[in-house]
T-cell receptor, first 110, second 118 residues
Framework: GEDVEQSLFLSVREGDSSVINCTYT??????LYWYKQEPGAGLQLLTY?????DMKQDQRLTVLLNKKDKHLSLRIADTQTGDSAIYFC??????????FGTGTSLTVIP | GAGVSQTPSNKVTEKGKYVELRCDPI?????LYWYRQSLGQGPEFLIY????????DSGLPNDRFFAVRPEGSVSTLKIQRTERGDSAVYLC????????????????FGPGTRLTVL
């Protein structure tokens, strides 16, 4: 089946940039997503990218996609303490069934 | 309501018992999804409903798991003869119509039901 992998932990200082990485195996993925999960809250869609795009920027968020290497990254500029959460990448071919990574726990140090 | 709600928020049961988990999607959303999230893992797809019918139930782990959505709104995930390995957070999500046009549709997740099987 589909395999989506992420590093488990990332720690950055407030104001620095954070880069969260993800690799996936399904070359037929059509959509790739980044979700944020805060304690006690539901998963929140942050941003997404179509597989025919290389980059997408949305305010402080920049998504880079290397389709050849099946590598996706999320860059958060000027990271704030409120950005501390678990970040999941996910991929989908149909837009109905989603495959999530294991999540990266981001800790922002004041 | 304003968002997807799930009840109960926590459920503790004994091995071998039957449990039902409820999901109230956002009003008007025809697509509904169930996921299971084990500790330290990402959500794992279980089943997807379009209206009243299960359009994709390929993620259900075995026949102890069953889900219904009789009126195309509220959904119930049913687990028979629970096992300790069923302990997880069960997430529900809904979307407007489940189309692949992400620009016009997206999944909204509920807070989940934490199931603990003793």
């Amino acid at each position: 089946g589909e395999d989506v992998e992420q590093s488990l932990f990332l720690s950055v200082r407030e104001g620095d940039s954070s880069v969260i990485n993800c690799t996936y195996t399904d070359s037929s993925s059509t959509y790739l997503y980044w979700y944020k999960q805060e304690p006690g809250a539901g998963l929140q869609l942050l941003t997404y990218i179509f597989s025919n795009m290389d980059m997408k920027q949305d305010q402080r968020l920049t998504v880079l996609l290397n389709k050849k290497d099946k590598h996706l990254s999320l860059r958060i500029a000027d990271t704030q303490t409120g950005d501390s959460a678990i970040y999941f990448c996910a991929e989908s071919m149909s837009g109905n069934q989603f495959y999530f990574g294991t999540g990266t726990s981001l800790t922002v140090i004041p | 309501g304003a968002g997807v709600s799930q009840t109960p928020s926590n459920k503790v049961t004994e091995k071998g018992k039957y449990v039902e988990l409820r999901c109230d999607p956002i009003s008007g959303h025809t697509a509904l999804y169930w996921y299971r999230q084990s500790l330290g893992q990402g959500p794992e797809f279980l089943i997807y409903f379009q209206g009243t019918g299960a359009a994709d139930d390929s993620g259900l782990p075995n026949d102890r798991f069953f889900a219904v959505r009789p009126e195309g709104s509220v959904s119930t995930l049913k687990i028979q003869r629970t096992e300790r390995g069923d302990s997880a957070v069960y997430l529900c999500a809904s979307s407007l119509d489940g189309t692949i046009l992400i620009g016009s549709d997206t999944q909204y997740f509920g807070p989940g039901t934490r199931l603990t099987v003793l």
